[in-house]
């Protein structure tokens, strides 16, 4: 079964507009990590946010938040201010204990992200 | 300073010839995976090392092999190579658990077998 689902293949926005990429995930883990990565057509992943299951408080990082929904296992990533260099694929993943205690990170498929003018 | 270097970059290799990727940290992280991304995949684990010598099977292992004989250095060796393994891989490292900072990616090594 998926662990990360990401149901928007595709999604587009008109610059200085907020948008939502959809993140759900499944675990049984107690304690998980959830991140958010950007990938540009230059091909290198860039870390953006970072959400603890602990977390009281929804992540931020400058114009980048996640929106935590434990209970419903979400973890949707808010761009506001959209701009044209947002133009990217973008990847949810979460953080796994291994059966050996060691850890591994899973991804989901990725949203496609353009930003029109 | 990178902190993370993958080799080679690019690489076209023959059916059933052996390929070996590097992956070289200057970070001192305990934690080190190697992905590949297929178009509608994303990022699929096919390997990862918790410590010197210590490896473990991602979801897509089968034609893969690794090994991890001192920190920094975690390879990747495709047995005989076969199309399906055309794919960009990403290595990537991390330290212990509970670290917020996220996961370090290496630039990617882009390989096709023909």
């Known amino acids: 079964a998926q662990k990360i689902t990401q149901t928007q293949p595709g999604m587009f926005v008109q610059e200085k507009e907020a948008v939502t990429l959809d993140c759900t995930y499944d675990?049984?883990?107690?304690?998980?990590?959830l991140f958010w990565y950007k990938q540009p057509s230059s091909g290198e992943m860039i870390f953006l946010i970072y959400?603890?299951?602990?977390?009281?408080q929804n992540a931020t990082e400058g114009r980048y938040s996640l929106n935590f929904q434990k209970a419903r296992k979400s973890a949707n990533l808010v761009i506001s201010a959209s701009q044209l260099g947002d133009s990217a694929m973008y990847f949810c993943?979460?953080?796994?204990?291994?059966?050996?205690?060691?850890?591994?990170?899973?991804f989901g498929k990725g949203t496609k992200l353009t930003v029109n003018p | 300073d990178a902190g993370i270097t993958q080799s080679p970059r690019h690489k076209v290799t023959e059916t059933g010839t052996p390929v070996t990727l590097r992956c070289h940290q200057t970070?001192?992280?305990?934690?080190m995976y190697w992905y590949r991304q297929d178009p509608g995949h994303g990022l699929r684990l096919i390997h990862y090392?918790?410590?010197?010598?210590?490896?473990d099977k991602g979801e897509v292992s089968d034609g893969y092999s690794v090994s991890r004989s001192k920190t920094e250095d975690f390879l990747l060796t495709l047995e005989s190579a076969t199309s399906s393994q055309t794919s960009v891989y990403f290595c990537?490292?991390?330290?212990?658990?509970?670290?917020?900072?996220?996961?370090?990616f290496g630039s990617g090594t882009r390989l096709t077998v023909v």
């Open positions: 970070e001192n992280h305990r934690y």
């Open positions: 090392s918790y410590g010197v010598k210590d490896t």
């Open positions: 675990t049984s883990d107690p304690s998980y990590g």
């Open positions: 993943a979460m953080r796994e204990l291994t059966q050996g205690g060691s850890e591994k990170l899973v």
């Open positions: 990537a490292i991390s330290n212990d658990r509970g670290q917020n900072y996220g996961y370090t």
């Open positions: 959400q603890g299951s602990y977390d009281q």
